[in-house]
């Protein structure tokens, strides 16, 4: 008898190798562990990562209105107005300032657990970005549309603020890889692959055909949405049970 309940004392914990009594033992996807370890061991088990995938949905749909009014606006209006047309850099830049952000917190949600690095890099990356298109709208506002050259004025264009684009552009890379790494520890699926393909295609025209740029990035925010909110049925969701 004796020797029996010491053989239950010996069971130790598959994860940390804790030993455990009968009563903190669980049976998680097969293996005996403690609670602890388990609830560790569930990918998407902490329920703050839903509201953050969410957020980063809404940075997503936030990001496609943007874009969406800033390459119709230049579209329609550029060729009407050819010699003193301003581009809407201050609802760009608002728009923007609010997607990095939202997009920030999924960027951490979706790869804190398995890349906790990545994670953080990513979601540094997009605050960097948000200062950066903060500076610009903060220019574009209290100093105004135009800029002066040799006595001539100009209109001020996306072109006018290369530090905010070349954040952007990084914040865009960031964010592909950043899906790729997740992919690369889930499983693969389309919406993950036609993200990070409009991602990236979108950062090699950025700077050149606006037109071209403006729907790319229309699209790409438009499957990253489905991305991000599609997160919540990314995994299974295995029960932990008491032995
Ligand atoms: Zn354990």
Redesign the pocket.
């Known amino acids: 008898m004796v020797e029996n309940n010491k053989e239950d004392t010996e069971v130790k ?1 598959i ?2 190798g ?1 030993d455990l009594n009968r009563s903190e033992m669980v049976r998680y996807r097969g293996a005996i ?2 609670r ?2 388990a609830e560790k061991q569930k990918p998407d088990s902490n329920p703050i990562i839903r509201p953050f995938v969410y957020l980063a949905g809404i940075g997503c749909l936030i990001g496609m209105l943007t874009f969406i009014y800033f390459t119709l606006h230049i579209t329609l209006y550029s060729q009407v107005f050819p010699t003193s047309y301003i581009q809407p850099l201050g609802p760009f830049f608002g728009g923007m300032i609010l997607t990095q952000v939202f997009v920030a917190f999924g960027l951490y949600a979706i790869n804190r657990i398995h890349l906790y690095q990545a994670s953080i890099i990513g979601t540094l990356t997009s605050l960097l970005a948000a200062v950066s298109s903060t500076f610009a709208l903060f220019d574009f506002i209290t100093v105004g549309p135009y800029f002066i050259v040799n006595e001539s004025v100009f209109p001020k264009t996306l072109d006018y603020y290369p530090t905010a684009m070349a954040t952007y552009i990084l914040f865009v890379i960031v964010t592909a890889l950043a899906i790729l790494l997740h992919m690369a520890n889930t499983k693969t699926e389309y919406v993950s692959i036609i993200s990070v393909v409009l991602f990236l295609l979108s950062t090699l025209i950025v700077m050149s055909i606006w037109i071209l740029a403006g729907f790319l990035n229309i699209a790409a925010y438009a499957v990253a949405f489905g991305f991000f909110v599609s997160r919540k049925q990314g995994h299974e969701e295995l029960q932990i049970r008491p032995l």
């Open positions: 914990c994860f940390c804790r562990s403690c602890d370890c």
